[in-house]
């Protein structure tokens, strides 16, 4: 089966740092995606891992862990804009030609001043 | 703005009614992918078109069908609609379809049905 878990809901403050975590079970993996998504627009790429280590990207990192199947999204001096919805996904590969990927349900960050 | 046009933006329609969605992927991209994202589920993979050719299936309902066109532009139908159909509806677009590509999301169509 396929199970991508990540929190609820978190909250941070104004230039702090803030980290969201993403386990994930499925039957096949080939790399882990953390998107940002805003209420009601499309989802935006943040960052992609296939081996494991950590990802950086100006102020977002993002880890990976496969023989854990756990993940992280670090996000440093945090800013009011990034008050969003922050979603992790999975490459589900079982052979073939395919880029599928499984969503889990998102974590809302919210930044407070 | 990711390439990703979509339309119409907002749809309202009744119970069993049928709708089509439109899809027009990125310059160059030849693969296109429909989700389905309602308040309790999160984002669901529905189907993925890879130049014209059906490549991937998740959860779509037998109600719902899709298709790419020779131009690479993609429609989603879904008919006979319930209420529970009503969600955001995005399409996303990469360009082989395979390996580590990132696909690129559009802005997405918001299905009421009542």
């Known amino acids: 089966g396929q199970n991508i878990d990540q929190p609820t809901e978190m909250t941070a403050t104004e230039g702090a740092i803030v980290q969201i975590n993403c386990t994930y079970q499925t039957s096949g993996f080939n790399g882990l995606f953390w998107y940002q998504q805003h209420a009601g627009e499309a989802p935006t790429f943040l960052s992609y891992?296939?081996?494991?280590g950590l990802e950086e990207k100006g102020r977002f990192s993002s880890f990976l862990s496969r023989s854990k199947g756990y993940s992280y999204l670090l996000l440093k001096e945090l800013q009011m804009k990034d008050s969003a919805s922050y979603l992790c996904?999975?490459?589900?590969?079982?052979?073939?030609?395919?880029?599928?990927?499984?969503f889990g349900t998102g974590t809302l960050l919210a930044v407070q001043p | 703005d990711s390439g990703v046009t979509q339309t119409p933006k907002h749809l309202i329609t009744a119970t069993g009614q049928r709708v089509t969605l439109r899809c027009s992927p990125r310059s160059g991209d030849l693969s296109v992918y429909w989700y389905q994202q309602s308040l309790d589920q999160g984002l669901q993979f529905l189907i993925q078109y890879y130049n014209g050719e059906e490549r991937a299936k998740g959860n779509i309902l037998e109600r719902f069908s899709a298709q790419q066109f020779p131009d690479l532009h993609s429609e989603l139908n879904l008919s006979s609609l319930e209420l529970g159909d009503s969600a955001l509806y995005f399409c996303a677009s990469s360009n082989q379809g395979i390996g580590k590509e990132t696909q690129y999301f559009g802005p997405g169509t918001r299905l009421l049905v009542l």
């Open positions: 891992n296939v081996l494991d």
């Open positions: 996904a999975v490459r589900d590969y079982r052979g073939g030609a395919t880029n599928k990927l499984i």
